[in-house]
């Protein structure tokens, strides 16, 4: 990036990110920061509420198949199997291959403390804030606390064209704008009918501003996104990804940065809401979710070897389908881990079982473990940050319990 690029950064904090830039319809955040570590971590938000019994499914256990007479799992669904218990939903089978490598993994019958009212707005604040309860007020980001706590930090926020908030990245901690391969193609009309509408209002004004002078610089970002192609266009697992679709633009952009300076990155992938017909909804996200993981670890090329990859979901999903093939929103469910950092090969869980009695609120999949704290022990494992900031700062409130050793 050059300096031109860099001097159009605007710092926004909390509140003012969240009634300015992020309320405009031309930016979506994906978020970086720069950190004093040599390790790289990804955070992908999965939207919607993945079903976390569909992508790792326990076809193992005696009530799995009553319970989804429709929803098939295991060998009946094509399912590539993990160990005998698990198997794998076979729109990942484009990332087997890190499975067996040992560089893709799961956590299952986890959760966020959310509970019972199933609210996609609350239970994504929930999980992008780090906190226990709304009650706790969602003022900022846990990976932006994470910052705010290691001295020497610089961070940037990059955003692409769309309309989702990071919160997970919001806070004290400055934060700036970049957006990859941003195309807004406005009209000289419509740029002045920004200004005009903006014009009053410092950081609207400062915000479509710096949107619109990024999305002008594709140009000077030639040179980064033709080493980064050069570097996909070499990798054969690449074969199975589409290219020019915007999860692989991000992850372009997300790899591009993280062999740099860049240690942190975090962005969303929706698609995981599967009420109805499941079975292609899930289908067609579980295939960008692998698009996305084989792009950053051909564009990050050595540097994967440091890296982890942590995609969270606000909840799960019910563990009965519904009556129209699909599931509805429930608690616990599954995390996805990759990266050459990552202990793979293995489903890690304390897994309750899905009989009647075993089921959250006769419902659910039972929460074993909190996703806060397989995250904390990645920043623990990974960083070298202390118990007592995880416990109390970037995860208020959470107890750490048993290390599960996903990083190696």
């Given at each position: 990036?050059?300096?031109?690029?860099?001097?159009?950064?605007?710092?926004m904090?909390?509140?003012?990110?969240?009634?300015?830039?992020?309320?405009?319809?031309?930016?979506?955040?994906?978020?970086?920061?720069?950190?004093?570590?040599?390790?790289?971590?990804?955070?992908?938000?999965?939207?919607?509420?993945?079903?976390?019994?569909?992508?790792?499914?326990?076809y193992?256990?005696?009530?799995?198949?009553?319970?989804?007479?429709?929803?098939?799992?295991?060998?009946?669904?094509?399912?590539?199997?993990?160990?005998?218990?698990?198997?794998?939903?076979?729109?990942?089978?484009?990332?087997?291959?890190?499975?067996?490598?040992?560089?893709?993994?799961?956590?299952?019958?986890?959760?966020?403390?959310?509970?019972?009212?199933?609210?996609?707005?609350?239970?994504?604040?929930?999980?992008?804030?780090?906190?226990?309860?709304?009650?706790?007020?969602?003022?900022?980001?846990?990976?932006?606390?994470l910052?705010q706590?290691?001295?020497?930090?610089?961070?940037?926020?990059?955003?692409?064209?769309?309309?989702?908030?990071?919160?997970?990245?919001?806070?004290?901690?400055?934060?700036?704008?970049?957006?990859?391969?941003?195309?807004?193609?406005?009209?000289?009309?419509?740029?002045?009918?920004l200004?005009?509408?903006?014009?009053?209002?410092?950081?609207?004004?400062?915000?479509?501003?710096?949107?619109?002078?990024?999305?002008?610089?594709?140009?000077?970002?030639?040179?980064?996104?033709?080493?980064?192609?050069?570097?996909?266009?070499?990798?054969?697992?690449?074969?199975?990804?589409?290219?020019?679709?915007?999860?692989?633009?991000?992850?372009?952009?997300?790899?591009?940065?993280l062999?740099?300076?860049?240690?942190?990155?975090?962005?969303?992938?929706?698609?995981?809401?599967?009420?109805?017909?499941?079975?292609?909804?899930?289908?067609?996200?579980?295939?960008?979710?692998?698009?996305?993981?084989?792009?950053?670890?051909?564009?990050?090329?050595?540097?994967?070897?440091?890296?982890?990859?942590?995609?969270?979901?606000?909840?799960?999903?019910?563990?009965?389908?519904?009556?129209?093939n699909?599931?509805d929103?429930?608690?616990?469910?599954?995390?996805?881990?990759?990266?050459?950092?990552?202990?793979?090969?293995?489903?890690?869980?304390?897994?309750?079982?899905?009989?009647?009695?075993?089921?959250?609120?006769?419902?659910?999949?039972?929460?074993?473990?909190?996703?806060?704290?397989?995250?904390?022990?990645?920043?623990?494992?990974?960083?070298?940050?202390?118990?007592?900031?995880?416990?109390?700062?970037?995860?208020?409130?959470?107890?750490?319990?048993?290390?599960?050793?996903?990083?190696?």
């Open positions: 990036m050059t300096n031109d690029v860099s001097r159009r950064k605007f710092l904090r909390g509140a003012a990110l969240g009634c300015s830039a992020a309320a405009s319809p031309l930016i979506t955040p994906i978020a970086l920061a720069n950190a004093p570590w040599d390790t790289r971590l990804v955070v992908i938000v999965l939207r919607g509420g993945m079903d976390g019994l569909d992508v790792v499914q326990p193992g256990d005696p009530a799995m198949a009553a319970l989804r007479p429709n929803l098939k799992t295991g060998q009946a669904a094509d399912a590539l199997d993990l160990d005998g218990f698990y198997a794998m939903h076979p729109s990942l089978a484009p990332i087997y291959p890190l499975w067996q490598a040992g560089q893709l993994g799961f956590v299952h019958a986890v959760s966020t403390p959310y509970r019972d009212k199933r609210s996609h707005f609350d239970g994504q604040d929930i999980l992008e804030a780090g906190i226990t309860n709304l009650g706790q007020g969602v003022r900022d980001g846990w990976l932006n606390r910052l706590v290691t001295p020497g930090i610089e961070t940037e926020t990059a955003f692409a064209v769309g309309r989702e908030r990071m919160l997970i990245l919001e806070g004290d901690a400055p934060s700036s704008a970049w957006a990859p391969r941003s195309e807004l193609d406005l009209s000289p009309q419509a740029e002045r009918l200004e005009l509408i903006y014009h009053d209002d410092p950081l609207f004004r400062e915000a479509s501003r710096d949107a619109l002078l990024i999305a002008g610089d594709v140009a000077t970002q030639a040179d980064l996104a033709s080493e980064t192609e050069e570097m996909l266009a070499d990798n054969p697992m690449m074969g199975a990804v589409r290219p020019n679709i915007a999860h692989v633009q991000l992850a372009e952009f997300a790899a591009s940065r062999r740099g300076d860049t240690r942190i990155a975090s962005f969303s992938l929706n698609g995981w809401d599967t009420h109805n017909e499941q079975k292609r909804g899930i289908g067609n996200a579980l295939r960008a979710l692998s698009e996305t993981i084989l792009t950053l670890r051909a564009g990050l090329g050595a540097q994967w070897g440091k890296t982890a990859v942590i995609c969270m979901t606000e909840f799960g999903r019910t563990a009965r389908e519904n009556g129209t699909g599931t929103h429930g608690t616990g469910g599954a995390m996805v881990l990759a990266g050459g950092a990552v202990r793979g090969g293995r489903v890690v869980t304390d897994w309750p079982g899905l009989s009647d009695a075993d089921l959250y609120a006769g419902r659910d999949l039972m929460p074993t473990r909190d996703v806060r704290a397989i995250a904390g022990w990645a920043l623990r494992d990974m960083i070298g940050m202390s118990v007592p900031n995880i416990e109390n700062i970037v995860f208020p409130g959470v107890e750490l319990g048993q290390n599960p050793g996903i990083i190696l």
